[in-house]
């Protein structure tokens, strides 16, 4: 506990300071509580879009394959370095539960096909194709985990909070405060007995003085 002077003011100040801690120790709580809801939500979806991925992408890396099989190398090669094809990717930034987190968008813009389609499989169109479609759950599987990342981040800085309020401010003003009560109230007790020693001195005088002067007389 640190050195206070214990004056009634002092006292309030600290009572303030309580009153506001434990209000945002239970703000902080009650968001703590928050994103760990929505956390388990997100695992479950991310859990559910990396099974997705897991799954497709052997099928997907698969029409690779038979394209290389069905035809030789060198025209498989040839005919990807041929087909021209653009990508554009938006990122984006959002609040999820005050947590900033991407928000991805893939675009594909069609190019013009030059390679000679009797020398490519069809294999390997169906190959392109189907990672044109497959690509987005590629890319929602990274905003997910992203998005876990951060939200751990949050979660783990907000219970920081929470126990530096719950278990070392909270518990150092309380003690604080009644350190501070007990030393005014023995200040109050150590007034009043020396009052009422003041109090018995004086009437003894008066006494005193009345008895001297009735002796005078």
């Given at each position: 506990m640190k050195r206070v002077v214990p004056t009634r003011m002092e006292l309030l100040r600290m009572?303030?300071?309580l009153a506001t801690a434990?209000?945002?120790?239970k703000l902080l709580k009650d968001k703590l509580d928050g994103l760990m809801n929505e956390f388990r939500e997100i695992v479950e979806d991310y859990k559910k879009a990396r099974r997705e991925v897991d799954e497709g992408l052997p099928e997907v890396l698969k029409l690779f394959v038979l394209?290389?099989?069905?035809?030789?190398r060198q025209a498989v090669e040839t005919a990807i370095t041929q087909s021209s094809s653009s990508l554009s990717l938006d990122v984006t930034q959002a609040r999820f539960m005050g947590v900033v987190v991407p928000k991805f968008a893939v675009h594909f813009e069609a190019g013009e096909t030059t390679?000679?389609?009797l020398d490519a499989p069809s294999e390997l169109d169906d190959a392109t194709a189907t990672l044109k479609e497959y690509f987005p759950r590629i890319l929602q599987l990274a905003q997910l985990e992203e998005t876990m990342r951060r939200m751990v981040d949050e979660i783990e800085r907000t219970r920081r909070r929470v126990n530096a309020l719950e278990h070392v401010m909270i518990?150092?003003?309380?003690?604080?405060?009644?350190?501070?009560?007990?030393?005014?109230d023995?200040?109050?007790?150590?007034?009043?007995?020396r009052l009422m020693k003041i109090k018995d001195q004086r009437v003894k005088e008066e006494r005193a003085a009345r008895?001297?002067?009735m002796a005078k007389h």
């Open positions: 009572r303030k300071r434990t209000h945002g120790h394209a290389g099989i069905t035809s030789s390679y000679s389609l518990p150092e003003l309380r003690v604080t405060i009644k350190y501070i009560s007990n030393k005014l023995e200040q109050e007790r150590s007034t009043t007995i008895e001297a002067a």
